[in-house]
């Protein structure tokens, strides 16, 4: 399972920071789409190995015991992404974002669906 959790860990780790408000600095949407494109393909390589890993926790709880912590992980990488934007809940929406993501990154995604999750996340999480 480790195995098949580090690469997409280090695909979420580099999701690109927006620029802190008042910066001067431009947002990319290019850089998120194209974050967005590398998630896709990450997760949907590895989606067979997490199922099985997440089906094998239900049936043995010790199985899952880094679970949490893994899960509390990702929510903060969110969390840093969504920060600088300077309202709502960050915590809250984190755990929505998580959710998202792991609905998108689930398989292979076509250029329209990954527009879609562009704007769901420049307009729904960002303001933008």
């Given amino acids: 399972m480790l195995t098949a ?9 580099a999701i690109p920071a927006p620029p802190e408000p008042g ?3 431009a947002w990319s949407t290019a850089n998120l789409r194209a974050w967005l ?11 067979g190995i997490i199922r099985i890993w997440a089906d094998a926790t239900r049936r043995e709880a010790t199985l899952g015991t880094d679970a949490a912590a893994a899960l509390d992980w990702g929510r903060r990488q969110i969390v840093h992404f969504l920060e600088p934007r300077g309202f709502g809940d960050v915590d809250i929406e984190a755990i929505v974002a998580m959710a998202l993501l792991d609905v998108f990154g689930g398989g292979d995604r076509p250029a329209e669906t990954i527009e879609a999750a562009v704007r ?3 307009r729904g999480l960002l303001g933008r």
Avoid: D, F, Q, W
């Avoid at 896709?40 to 590895?46: I, Q």
């Fill in 23 to 25: 910066s001067g600095k």
């Fill in 37 to 47: 494109r590398t998630y896709n393909e990450m997760h949907a390589s590895e989606a």
């Fill in 5 to 13: 959790m580090a690469p997409l860990s280090r695909t979420l780790a």
């Fill in 120 to 122: 769901v996340i420049e």
